[in-house]
Each structure stands twice: as C-alpha cells, then as structure tokens.
C-alpha cells in the first residue's frame, strides 16, 4: 500500500482537476454563482448577502475579468478545489501518517459539498474552504501543543491571519474561534496566558474590519438580515425544516462520508486511541459547534445545508485517521470499502446529475402548464440561459431597428435571480444592462448596483424577460408605473429535442413613476 499512496494521491489530484475543469466549461452558471460575478464587477468592502473575498477571487484568477466565460467566472473554485485535496492529505499526514492523509483526501473529493459545491461552484464557501483548512491545520500546531514555545507561538498568530481571511469569506467562519476558544477553556489553560491568543484574535478582527465599517454605513443591514434568518422568536416548531437540514446534511456531505466520519468521532469518544487525544478534542469541537447549531436553528426556521458544511472537515481528517488505523489493525490489503462506496457514490451524484442539467432524464417537462411548464425542474436554474442570450440579441436587433424600443435599454427583473442571470447571459454580450425593482429583500445588492448603472429615470424604456416557471406580470413590478406594457416575443428553450420552458419578453414603455429606492431607508 505504501509504495502506492504517492501514485494514488497523484491520480486523485489530477483527475479531480480535470473532471472539475471540463464541467466548468460544460455547465451553465447558477442563480450563486452569476449574482457573485456581479461582486466581481463591482470590488466593495462587503457586500448586502456576504464578505467580498469571493468577488474578490473572482476577479483575480480570471486577471482583472480578463478571462471571459463560466469556467473563468469558476477558476478559483477549480484551482482551490485541487489545493485543498493536498492540504487536507498534508494536515491529515501531520496528524498521524501518509496513509491518513490519503484517506482523508478520499473522503474529501468524496463529498459532494466539498468536490461540486465549494470546488466547482464559485461560493463565499469556496475561499472559506482553503482558509478554514489553513486555520485549522495552524491551530492543530499551536494550541493543541503542551508547549507554548516560539513555534506553536508562531502559528497560533497564523491561525489569526487564515481566519480572519475565512471570515472575510463567509460569517460562519467565526465558528473557527468558537472552537478554538472552547478546546483551550476545556484542555489548554495555558494559552489564556499567552499574549499571542489576544494578539491572534485581534489579527482576526483587523481583518475582518472592512465588513465592519460597510456595514456601519450601511446601518448594519448584514447582520440585521442574517439574524433574522436565524431569528428564534420569529418562528416555530418545524418537524419539515429539521428533517430538511438533517436529510440535507446527510446528502451534501455524502451519506457514506457522513456515516464514515460519525463511526470514527464515537470510536474516538470510546477511547480508541487511533488518534493523539489532544488533537481529537480539537477536531470535535472545530466541527460539533457549526453542524449542531444550525441542526437546532433548523428546528424553527428555514436553513441551507451548505452553511453547515465547513463543520465537516475537521471530521474528514479524524475519518481518515481513523481508517487507516482500522486497516492496520484488521491488516487489509485494500482501500476501504468505506471509501471505494463513498467515490462510487460521489460519480454517480455526477453523471445523474449533469445527465439531469444537459438532458433532462429524469424529470420531464409538464407539457400540460403550457408556458408555465418546468417549475418542478431544479435543474433548469443551470440550464438554457445561453439559449437566451442568443435569442435575445436577435430580438434585440430587430426591435432597435423598427425603432420599437430605444437602443440599449436596460433589462428590468423582480429579484436578484433572475436578475444575475440575466445580466451574464442576456445584457452584457448584448451592451446593454439590468437594474432591478423591489425591496432589499428581494434584489439584494441590486439595490446597489442600480445605483452604479445611474437608476432609472423616467422616460425611460425598458425589456423585461422572465420565464415561465418562475413568472411575475409585469405590471406587478411598479403598479401604473409605465405607460405601456407590450408583449412582444415567447422563446422556448429547447433540452433534448423537447421544450424544457419558455421566456417571456416585453417592452416596457414611457417610465412615468419612479420606483421606490430600498436604500433610502438605509440614508435616512
């Protein structure tokens, strides 16, 4: 086995770039990924939904947006994807041996959060990952360490830096402290008395500043529209929100990863000694805090399994670790089957899923909703975008010509998807582009964006493009606020040899009333 550990974590590293690079080519972006290409187009020190750090990447793997296309917009996923599976193999090598490493590699491209959702998509979870991964690789060197000497000092102060940069991804990241905070309470008194802890916290916050004053001003609005999410007093008890985060849970980690990692934390809790005890009681509480607290905030509103999903690291690591011990001590030959079922469910995820996106399978369009068709298809949120564009330019063309709209007039949309996708697909190779009408709530950072395109103003003309299985009427968007809505094209969108759903276009006419401005609230 160990002759082959080298050539094995080699091949995983390499086709795992290779099938994450040629699906960034093949599939359309998402609802996430387009609205974060706008964080990209406008660079802010924070943002209305997240930290900047993934507008950030954005622009600086695809140089300065030089790069054009959806596998640019998601190279930083690819490129960090990649490093991540030999981080992980490298903390998981420091913890034990080469062959935990490996195995916790495994288990790490085995998850589908890990390998498609952080390492694909362009998420504030993708930068998250590698930070959180350094964060906990500098603190497994410094606090579980019995000795407080110049080195273990060194990387407690490095653990400072790669959280910050976490939290400067995603809020979740403040779970790192949380952890870290708690293992020395409980196990490592010492450091309470280490200038470096204080020192290393602060570094944190310095980094994390930048959030810090947008949102002062912009009257915290962040936190106040995260907390409400999270908000207790605001809901009740939902059986159906908790078995969505636990089933979630289960799906987006991969059930055999999941399964894996648990039966290693409750070896672990047994006293099994696969693992130094130290750094065992640092791995569960770098994971436990995140996954149980959105599993009892799941109990009374609604949440995403992803924000959970960095909680699982840690636990990846103590699963490899774990494995290897078990082959050694039952002297298998083979990979573990908990492995080999773990890879095998993780391609089958794959091709299902990208055969669903490309092909439409496995869910058929419902041809009797007519050109409200294709609401029960998920999958369509990635899929038939390009068509659009294309369609629209056409349309486009025709219209300024016969002088039925004026030239380059905005796209309007209700909510910050479609609104994202609309301006990737549609307006931009179009010269043209999307403001949005609604409440914070609603359009999200549009609400900003509107401002740096110039608004509206009245007199203006605009299109307005939805779909079917997502449909507003126009009229919706601002009652009275035109002088004239005009239907003008219905496109279908073709999958398969089969109309997966259609477009709707309008001309909307002769602004008469302004909008309001979901900023105005923040102003005054």
Avoid at 123 to 130: A, G, I, M, N, V
Avoid at 291 to 303: E, N, P
Avoid at 491 to 509: C, E, G, Q, S, V
Wanted: aromatic share 18%; glycine share 6%.
């Amino acid at each position: 086995m160990k002759n082959n550990e080298r050539n094995i974590l080699f091949f995983l590293i390499g086709s795992s770039f290779l099938i994450r690079f040629l699906l960034s080519f093949w599939l359309e972006l998402g609802n996430d990924e387009v609205y974060y290409y706008t964080y990209a187009l406008y660079p802010a020190w924070s943002y209305f939904d997240h930290p900047p750090m993934v507008g950030w990447f954005i622009r600086v793997f695809s140089f300065n947006l030089l790069l054009q296309g959806e596998w640019a917009v998601r190279l930083t996923s690819v490129v960090l994807g990649t490093f991540n599976t030999y981080l992980i193999y490298v903390i998981g090598k420091s913890l034990k041996d080469k062959e935990s490493g490996l195995y916790a590699a495994l288990l790490y491209t085995s998850s589908i959060y890990c390998f498609v959702i952080s390492g694909l998509f362009i998420l504030p979870d993708t930068p998250q990952s590698t930070f959180w991964l350094l964060a906990v690789f500098a603190f497994l060197k410094s606090i579980t360490s019995s000795e407080l000497n110049k080195s273990s000092r060194s990387w407690l102060l490095a653990a400072g830096i790669f959280t910050g940069m976490a939290l400067l991804s995603k809020y979740t990241s403040a779970f790192l402290w949380v952890g870290a905070v708690t293992y020395i309470l409980f196990f490592n008194r010492k450091w309470l008395k280490s200038k470096e802890l204080y020192i290393s916290i602060l570094i944190s916050a310095l980094f994390f500043l930048p959030v810090i004053l947008w949102n002062i001003q912009n009257d915290w609005i962040s936190f106040t529209y995260h907390g409400e999410r999270v908000d207790f007093s605001k809901g009740r008890f939902r059986i159906d929100y908790l078995m969505s985060e636990l089933g979630g849970q289960f799906l987006y980690n991969n059930p055999f990863v999941v399964i894996t990692v648990f039966m290693a934390a409750i070896s672990f809790l047994k006293g099994k000694h696969f693992l130094n005890k130290s750094d065992g009681n640092f791995l569960l509480l770098i994971s436990f805090p995140i996954i149980f607290t959105f599993i009892l905030v799941s109990t009374f509103r609604a949440t995403l399994p992803h924000w959970s999903g960095p909680g699982y690291y840690a636990l990846i690591l103590m699963g490899g670790c774990w494995l290897a011990w078990k082959r050694k001590t039952r002297g298998l030959k083979k990979i573990p089957f908990h492995l080999r079922i773990a890879l095998s469910f993780l391609i089958l995820v794959l091709i299902v899923g990208v055969a669903q996106i490309q092909f439409g399978l496995l869910i058929k369009p419902d041809v009797q909703k007519g050109i409200f068709r294709g609401k029960k298809d998920f999958s369509l949120d990635m899929y038939g975008w390009r068509q659009l564009g294309e369609s629209f330019s056409d349309i486009k063309q025709r219209d300024e010509k016969l002088r039925k709209i004026e030239p380059n007039a905005p796209i309007i949309s209700f909510r910050w998807f479609p609104a994202a996708n609309l301006d990737y697909y549609a307006a931009q190779p179009n010269q043209t582009y999307v403001l949005a009408m609604g409440n914070l709530e609603r359009i999200h950072h549009y609400a900003w964006i509107n401002h740096y395109r110039g608004g509206f103003h009245q007199g203006m003309d605009a299109w307005y493009i939805v779909s079917g299985r997502d449909y507003k009427d126009p009229s919706q968007l601002c009652e009275d606020c035109w002088s004239s809505i005009i239907p003008t094209d219905t496109l279908p969108i073709i999958r398969n040899h089969d109309t997966a759903m259609y477009f709707l276009i309008y001309h909307l006419k002769n602004l008469k009333v302004l909008p309001p401005d979901p900023l105005t609230t923040l102003k005054n």
